[in-house]
């Protein structure tokens, strides 16, 4: 099969596109012909071994792929040869095959297409366990977006809405800004470090935010903080901007305030069945169109480089996808 593999850690150039075997899959696992991959910041990580978790040289990244079931390994009984899939795959999807767990496999309904299905699975899945199992979000809340128009900031506007938040998008220019505007945020605005504590405010007639949904890091985050309600929850995602923040913890205390880890890879591996709830509403979500997701380019599988260059240089709006197969 051919893949887009990483055989020496580094930036992008260090890609090759080629043919490659894997293994069966194990025990608990199946074997899927992938016809689309989702492209998502991390994979801009692990290919230079800066992700949480890294596998062995070599190895194809791609977190998240949609396709058909080829092949289960010993114990599987959810899944058999021929199933519409979506799955998690932490690394591997960038291939026209993937082996994936069986407890971060989803049995896709019908009205769901594989491009659909690949383009919210990490995005909308991460969102998901942020906003309902780690800051309870409740109708009526704030929610403040940082980053809003890349694919997790997207799907933060998307189901935010859906749970019935008032959606505070922020990002850096004016058409991204417009972007969020047409995925449904209430209110928009264009940051630097220096004014995002005062716009904040402003929104929110002095209140600050609920939730503050937090992708981006570095000197953001502590403008953002210092904004929040008294008992809000800021969701630590991601960062973006290639910056680690160091937040004074007296913040949270005069504020009465919770920082919130937000990392759906542990979330899927030690809490499976939540995991899979979540998922299936999600899924249904789609399927009755009351989410549709929102695709900024597909790119065919070999010029994968070309769709992570786009994730680096910030470009993005909505989410990026792999065309495997038809």
């Given at each position: 099969?051919?893949?887009?593999?990483?055989?020496?850690?580094?930036?992008?150039?260090?890609?090759?596109?080629?043919?490659?075997?894997?293994?069966?899959?194990?025990?608990?696992?199946?074997?899927?012909?992938?016809?689309?991959?989702?492209?998502?910041?991390?994979?801009?990580?692990?290919?230079?071994?800066?992700?949480?978790?890294?596998?062995?040289?070599?190895?194809?990244?791609?977190?998240?792929?949609?396709?058909?079931?080829?092949?289960?390994?010993?114990?599987?009984?959810?899944?058999?040869?021929?199933?519409?899939?979506?799955?998690?795959?932490?690394?591997?999807?960038?291939?026209?095959?993937?082996?994936?767990?069986?407890?971060?496999?989803?049995?896709?309904?019908?009205?769901?297409?594989?491009?659909?299905?690949?383009?919210?699975?990490?995005?909308?899945?991460?969102?998901?366990?942020?906003?309902?199992?780690?800051?309870?979000?409740?109708?009526?809340?704030?929610?403040?977006?940082?980053?809003?128009?890349?694919?997790?900031?997207?799907?933060?506007?998307?189901?935010?809405?859906?749970?019935?938040?008032?959606?505070?998008?922020?990002?850096?220019?004016?058409?991204?800004l417009e972007f969020c505007k047409n995925a449904g945020a209430d209110f928009l605005h264009k940051y630097s470090p220096e004014n995002l504590k005062s716009a904040i405010k402003d929104m929110t007639g002095g209140d600050g935010a609920d939730v503050i949904f937090d992708a981006v890091g570095g000197d953001y985050s502590e403008q953002a903080f210092r904004a929040i309600a008294p008992m809000g929850r800021h969701l630590v995602i991601g960062f973006a901007s290639g910056s680690v923040p160091a937040i004074p913890l007296n913040l949270p205390l005069l504020k009465s305030a919770s920082i919130t880890g937000?990392?759906?890879?542990?979330?899927?591996?030690?809490?499976?069945?939540?995991?899979?709830?979540?998922?299936?509403?999600?899924?249904?979500?789609?399927?009755?169109?009351?989410?549709?997701?929102?695709?900024?380019?597909?790119?065919?599988?070999?010029?994968?480089?070309?769709?992570?260059?786009?994730?680096?240089?910030?470009?993005?709006?909505?989410?990026?996808?792999?065309?495997?197969?038809?």
């Amino acid at each position: 099969m051919k893949a887009i593999l990483v055989e020496e850690l580094g930036g992008l150039e260090k890609l090759v596109y080629r043919d490659h075997v894997i293994d069966p899959p194990g025990p608990g696992a199946v074997r899927i012909n992938v016809k689309y991959a989702g492209v998502n910041f991390p994979d801009t990580l692990i290919i230079r071994g800066k992700y949480q978790f890294q596998p062995e040289l070599p190895f194809s990244p791609g977190g998240e792929v949609a396709g058909v079931v080829r092949e289960v390994g010993a114990g599987v009984t959810d899944f058999k040869v021929g199933d519409r899939v979506v799955a998690g795959t932490t690394a591997g999807g960038f291939a026209e095959e993937v082996n994936a767990f069986s407890f971060n496999t989803h049995h896709l309904p019908d009205e769901v297409s594989f491009k659909e299905a690949a383009s919210v699975l990490l995005t909308h899945g991460t969102v998901i366990h942020a906003l309902i199992d780690r800051a309870k979000l409740r109708k009526g809340e704030t929610l403040v977006i940082l980053g809003a128009s890349g694919g997790v900031g997207t799907a933060a506007i998307q189901v935010g809405k859906i749970m019935g938040a008032n959606v505070i998008a922020c990002a850096s220019s004016d058409a991204k800004l417009e972007f969020c505007k047409n995925a449904g945020a209430d209110f928009l605005h264009k940051y630097s470090p220096e004014n995002l504590k005062s716009a904040i405010k402003d929104m929110t007639g002095g209140d600050g935010a609920d939730v503050i949904f937090d992708a981006v890091g570095g000197d953001y985050s502590e403008q953002a903080f210092r904004a929040i309600a008294p008992m809000g929850r800021h969701l630590v995602i991601g960062f973006a901007s290639g910056s680690v923040p160091a937040i004074p913890l007296n913040l949270p205390l005069l504020k009465s305030a919770s920082i919130t880890g937000v990392f759906w890879g542990n979330f899927f591996r030690k809490y499976p069945d939540d995991n899979q709830s979540n998922i299936q509403e999600l899924l249904k979500w789609v399927a009755n169109k009351k989410l549709i997701p929102i695709i900024d380019k597909v790119y065919p599988l070999s010029t994968a480089k070309n769709a992570l260059q786009r994730i680096e240089n910030r470009k993005v709006m909505g989410k990026i996808i792999l065309i495997v197969e038809e």
